[in-house]
């Protein structure tokens, strides 16, 4: 019995953290159906899935770093973590291409041609679909070792993620400065680690 439970806690868990997640989209949409996201509800809805991509993007890099400094691993979450960050930024283009531009195609490729924040946006959207379209058990099985060296483009995404966020404000943004801080540590954690690992790896050898 003891064991059986052991076996569907995690499973429970990703389910609560589906349900959580996906919960700040469902009341933003609830928001804007009774017209309660401010004078122009389709930027603030356009802003609060893009928000919520980051903040999950954050959270899904930070399981590694996390585990580095306290041994507290939640890596079995990682994958969850990372399709929600697919799914707001899903969101967050599709409410920028049908709501925002109408579905005017021209005006997009104009748009991510000229206007460097959504160039950086698009960057990352591309690498998110990458991730996502790779995440499952059967494209690490085919894709083996190969499978962490793809997945590294993760940090590509949050590079030019940060830059959309910065570049999305006119001015220097306090919340968009502390997210992309929050990005800049976990990244020099992890550079950190690989570095301290590969001289470790050197020194053995030697």
């Known amino acids: 019995m003891a064991s059986s439970i052991r076996w569907t806690r995690p499973r429970v868990i990703i389910l609560m953290l589906w349900i959580a997640g996906l919960a700040p989209a469902f009341r933003s949409f609830w928001l804007g159906a009774h017209n309660e996201l401010g004078p122009d ?19 899904s890099l930070a399981i590694t770093p996390l585990r580095l400094v306290t041994g507290y691993s939640l890596i079995r979450y990682r994958r969850t973590l990372g399709l929600l960050t697919f799914v707001y930024a899903l969101m967050h283009v599709a409410t920028y291409i049908a709501l925002d531009l109408h579905f005017d195609f021209a005006t997009l490729w104009r748009d991510l ?61 306090p919340e968009a400065l502390l997210y992309v801080l929050s990005g800049s540590i976990l990244l020099i954690i992890r550079i950190g680690y690989k570095i301290r690992s590969q001289v470790r790896q050197t020194g053995a050898k030697m």
Do not use: D
Not at 42 to 59: M, N, Q
């Open 41 to 59: 509800p389709v930027r603030s809805f356009e802003h609060l899935l893009g928000l919520w991509a980051f903040r999950f993007l954050l959270a």
């Open 113 to 173: 041609t000229r206007r460097p924040f959504l160039i950086f946006g698009m960057i990352a959207f591309l690498c998110l679909i990458l991730l996502a379209a790779t995440s499952s058990q059967y494209s690490i099985r085919k894709l083996g070792r190969n499978w962490r060296r793809l997945h590294r483009i993760v940090y590509v995404a949050l590079i030019a993620a940060s830059a959309h966020f910065l570049m999305a404000f006119k001015t220097w943004h």
